[in-house]
């Protein structure tokens, strides 16, 4: 076997792009955390803005469509005083029968300085960090099943805000964990945090054994999965798993899986509730928990804006 | 052309002869190995000192591309790429564009191939119409036009009923079938189901779906008497499986590819399409349970699966790619390196790519089949001359082949062809 180094660092082991947070040192993350808290004043300020990124173009290739994502990371690219280009893919070239790399390969010939990709196929922004030009930076937007880095980055911020330390804490992460590449994100990044305990709750349609050799535990069983936690992280669940004879109804998972406010009493008083939105409410949360005192969900998307500032801003303070 | 190679080391592996030694050669045939009498006056003389002398190789799977995919390769490219690797003979599945279900297009193939008179080609015809899995093929008449054996490729019959009688059909008259066991539903994800697929997020296929239809098969083999060869295996659990059926007396026989004895999935590293192979790589256990079932002979053959893609449809995001490799030119070293690092004897290791592939094919060669994949007196002079010393680094936009992609590239592997000689013409031969 011929070992690569890993594509989203350079020599320096420096971040020049954001790909998973798989193989980042927690050195790295916290200094990410550590910037996004420098950054979250901006957002309070009158002028929202900081020259970092000025002069730079940021193109959003959205070749999946997302409203939400997408506008997080417009907002923070113009807070930075980057110029900002929002492609909706999903309905125009790729429609036109133009492959991924041609379009990569346009859009480079526009003097882009960096790429913000969302995919449906785990790995497209490897194929795109490893074709563009050197001096431009990709950040992963969610990939496939794969990865949600941003995504993952801001849940530890919210779990950093609220919690501190990582070391003691109890992080329960319920629904379709097979299929989401946010629970993917959330595991690597709390792990590598050295949280001792996370737990993949879910029925085994959806969070299969196999998913141990992430360093979880699995649990079928919800009040198990969420005795005792500090953090409960849902996930959202997408209507294509009734199809897939994943599962039978909504309905069912809400009753085993749904959280309810009688099942969140069995964890620690002090839990927080995060969902990486948008909620389905009655599908895998009650309006009483996500409107509820324990419910971060609002101050994650506040975050999300503060932590997608520093990843842009540091990874394009380093050169390839 | 009569020719003279002198000075050799001929391994044999059907015989065990591996001994210094010329070999002539005479209107396509061997006339006389180890000694040479000098009364043979050759017209061309190719010293041998340092090569090994052995039987040209015989591949069991090697798509050529043709019909249907020629930006993806074609007879001419691909066969260059086989006697660039010291292949003699292969035989192609029938996947191509249209499949190969109809006499015509097997007999145009052959025609084709003829002409180019480099290695003998030995076509699968379909075992169902279109590959479709619901009509027979005439299988009477494509064995007329050539073919050698009935596949369905790496498309899996969904209907047990159907596979059932097209074992039957093929049985009465002895016709082999080849099955690359999968199941049709469960066989559809991009990776083999694992540590690595589960934190990639590519979808998985598990063991099971090797292990469910080599089940059905081998009941299937039990109630039919049908002569089966399963191609590329690739689990731990399916080979073991494979033991217990001959263990029983079952007429089966199996192959695997360079890629399943080599490399496990997480060679995939980050999202490495060259490594978008059919079936999926697997885990350690169960490359190192291939390997082990190569040497200890449950395991047949080993073959190339040579597949050549273009770039357009590798360069894609992992699941997306189109799944192959280029292998034609890696056969022979990619067998020696198995057998180095298993301590297997230089006539064991080819043994894997000559003798024993050629058993696998047994009557299906026709006047061959008593010559092929061996050194004999008056066998066809299919021979491969290669530096079993030589080293050399893989790299694929070097390949003859049209397909750039390998999961090899970079590594250094052992053997070096010098020459190839299909039916006593020199069909390569290194500067």
């Not at chain 2, 798509?63 to 001419?76: D, Q």
């Not at chain 2, 996947?95 to 003998?120: I, S, W, Y």
């Not at chain 2, 694992?194 to 098969?217: D, F, K, N, Q």
């Not at chain 2, 079952?250 to 999202?271: A, E, R």
């Amino acid at each position: 076997m011929l070992q690569q180094r890993n594509p989203q660092l350079n020599s320096n082991g420096e971040l020049i792009h954001l790909l998973s947070i798989e193989g980042l040192p927690s050195a790295v993350i916290h200094q990410i955390l550590d910037t996004a808290g420098t950054f979250l004043s901006v957002n309070d300020r009158e002028v929202k803005k900081v020259p970092l990124l000025r002069g730079k173009s940021v193109f959003n290739l959205f070749f999946e469509n997302s409203t939400r994502t997408r506008t997080t990371f417009e907002i923070a690219a113009k807070r930075l005083s980057a110029d900002v280009v929002n492609l909706d893919i999903a309905r125009s070239s790729a429609a036109k029968g133009e492959s991924l790399l041609d379009t990569i390969a346009n859009l480079s010939a526009m003097h882009a300085d960096m790429f913000v990709v969302r995919h449906s196929e785990s790995g497209a922004p490897y194929l795109i960090a490893k074709h563009c030009a050197p001096h431009v930076h990709v950040v992963n937007a969610g990939d496939g099943r794969h990865a949600h880095p941003t995504q993952g980055l801001l849940d530890m911020y919210t779990i950093r805000h609220y919690k501190q330390d990582f070391t003691n804490l109890t992080v329960a992460v319920v629904g379709d964990i097979v299929h989401s590449r946010v629970a993917r994100s959330d595991i690597h990044a709390l792990t590598t945090l050295g949280v001792p305990e996370i737990r993949a709750v879910g029925p085994k349609t959806l969070v299969p054994g196999d998913l141990k050799e992430m360093g979880v535990r699995v649990c079928h069983d919800m009040a198990e999965g969420i005795r005792g936690a500090d953090v409960i992280i849902m996930l959202r669940l997408q209507n294509e798993r009734m199809s897939g004879a994943m599962l039978p109804s909504a309905g069912e998972f809400f009753k085993n899986y749904g959280l309810t406010p009688e099942k969140l009493a069995l964890a620690k008083p002090d839990c927080i509730v995060m969902h990486p939105g948008p909620i389905n409410r009655g599908v895998e949360i009650d309006s009483a928990v996500a409107d509820g005192r324990q419910s971060v969900i609002l101050p994650q998307v506040t975050f999300g804006i503060a932590v997608r500032m520093a990843v842009m801003s540091t990874i394009a303070g380093n050169n390839a | 052309m009569k020719i003279l190679i002198k000075n050799g080391r001929l391994v044999d592996p059907a015989s065990g002869r591996d001994a210094p030694g010329d070999v002539a050669i005479a209107a396509g045939r061997v006339v006389a190995l180890g000694t040479v009498s000098p009364e043979f006056h050759p017209s061309r003389t190719i010293d041998a000192s340092g090569l090994v002398v052995a039987p040209g190789l015989v591949d069991l799977a090697a798509r050529l591309r043709e019909p249907g995919h020629e930006h993806e390769g074609m007879l001419e490219s691909e066969m260059a790429a086989a006697v660039a690797g010291g292949v003699t003979s292969l035989v192609c599945p029938p996947d191509t564009d249209p499949p190969l279900d109809e006499p015509g297009l097997v007999e145009m193939l052959k025609f084709r191939a003829r002409n180019l008179n480099q290695a003998h080609l030995y076509p699968l015809g379909t075992l169902t119409r279109g590959l479709a899995g619901e009509v027979l093929t005439e299988m009477a008449e494509l064995v007329e036009a050539g073919c050698v054996g009935f596949s369905q490729a790496d498309v899996p019959i969904a209907d047990t009923q159907v596979l059932q009688r097209a074992l039957q059909y093929a049985s009465t008259f002895g016709y082999t079938v080849w099955l690359r066991p999968q199941d049709a539903h469960l066989g559809k994800g991009v990776a083999a189901s694992g540590a690595l697929a589960t934190r990639l997020g590519l979808s998985g296929v598990p063991v099971v779906a090797e292990t469910i239809a080599l089940h059905t098969i081998f009941e299937l083999m039990r109630v039919t008497g049908a002569r089966v060869h399963l191609c590329r295996l690739s689990s731990a659990a399916g080979i073991e499986l494979v033991r217990r059926a001959k263990a029983e007396g079952l007429p089966v026989t199996c192959d695997v590819s360079v890629n399943q004895l080599h490399l496990t999935d997480m060679d995939i590293g980050y999202f490495n399409a060259a490594m978008r192979l059919t079936p999926p790589l697997r885990q350690q256990r169960d490359r190192d349970a291939i390997r082990a079932a190569l040497a200890d002979g449950t395991v047949d053959a080993l073959v190339s699966d040579h597949t050549p893609v273009d770039e357009d449809a590798k360069n894609l995001p992992f699941a997306e790619a189109e799944p192959g490799s280029t292998g034609l030119e890696l056969l022979l070293s990619l067998a020696l390196k198995w057998g180095e690092e298993s301590g297997l004897s230089l006539s064991k290791a080819l043994a894997t790519v000559t003798c024993e592939p050629v058993r696998v094919l047994g009557d299906a060669l026709g006047s061959l089949s008593s010559s092929a994949g061996r050194l004999v007196e008056g066998g066809v002079a299919d021979l491969c001359l290669f530096d079993p010393a030589a080293r050399w680094t893989v790299v694929p936009q070097a390949f003859r082949s049209q397909g750039k992609h390998s999961p090899f590239a970079g590594f250094e592997l052992p053997g070096l062809v010098r020459a190839t000689l299909v039916a006593g013409n020199i069909a390569f031969e290194s500067k």
